[in-house]
């Protein structure tokens, strides 16, 4: 198969109307049956149900969808790579969320600098949700993410260092001024706790507002701590889930740039990890 050919049959898989993705793909209806009609011939299934009623992806359509995306990601990330593997000023682009480096970034591009593998390091800010799918789709070269939040599905990945739970709250709410609290305590306040519920707020700026405003009270790791609006405050959650800060990068990568960049990310974890108590 083709990727012309994927393109074609995916956008009719999600648009379910041949004119609606004729117009889509920018081409006459016509051209695009045919290639849908050829390339179920060439499989020796039928794709779609075509019916009076309207178009429907038949079982073996199904699995087609969702391999044709995976498909397409792949080729449009690794164009995108391509491109930026062959610029005459090379960089790496790393993704993470404001405060998402587990306090260690200023260390590791001090030291990285010093690498004879070393590029120009180019830093991606960007949402909770956004880091993986920047590295997927080519954008970014590696990201620092978080276990157990993340799905590392096709990536390397390289622990750096476990930080303990916070609870973030207003600085006027009755656990403002605790030692540190429980998780039960947290889930038996009437204000949601993220991210065990409203998950889908991922950005980091929407997210301390609703804070502030009493609407949540997040869960994060510790390192947020030095990152917070004053008119916010963290408390220790002794039972909290701990997280995993990683660097996580495409499998089979074979980048001398990145690969100095993460050896010199797990030094500098190591060097500055706490001693043992």
């Not at 930026?84 to 600098?113: H, N, Q, S, T, W």
């Not at 750096?160 to 429980?182: M, N």
């Amino acid at each position: 198969m083709e990727t012309r050919e994927l393109a074609y049959f995916l956008a009719v898989a999600e648009e379910l109307h041949f004119g609606r993705a004729a117009e889509r793909l920018g081409m006459a209806q016509p051209p695009l049956s045919r290639a849908i009609q050829k390339l179920e011939r060439r499989l020796g299934v039928r794709l779609f149900d075509r019916s009076s009623r309207g178009v429907s992806l038949t079982a073996a359509g199904e699995v087609l969808a969702r391999e044709a995306a995976k498909v397409l990601d792949a080729v449009a990330a690794a164009t995108a790579r391509t491109r930026r593997a062959g610029r005459a000023d090379p960089r790496l682009v790393v993704a993470l969320k404001p405060g998402g480096d587990g306090g260690l970034l200023p260390d590791i591009l001090e030291a990285y600098r010093a690498h004879p593998d070393a590029v120009e390091v180019e830093l991606l800010l960007c949402g909770v949700a956004e880091r993986a799918r920047l590295v997927r789709d080519g954008t970014a070269d590696v990201a620092f993410l978080h276990i157990p939040y993340e799905d590392l599905t096709g990536f390397d990945s390289e622990p750096l260092r476990v930080e303990g739970s916070v609870a973030i709250v207003p600085r006027g709410h009755r656990l403002a001024g605790r030692a540190y609290v429980r998780v039960a305590e947290l889930e038996a306040d009437p204000t949601p706790l993220w991210p065990r519920q409203h998950a889908d707020i991922n950005d980091p700026a929407t997210l301390m507002q609703l804070v502030a405003l009493g609407r949540l009270i997040a869960m994060a790791p510790e390192s947020v701590t030095p990152h917070l609006r004053r008119d916010l405050a963290c408390v220790p959650v002794l039972d909290g889930t701990p997280t995993t800060v990683v660097l996580a990068w495409p499998e089979r990568t074979r980048s001398r740039a990145l690969a100095a960049f993460v050896r010199t990310a797990s030094a500098v974890a190591e060097r500055l990890s706490p001693a043992p108590a």
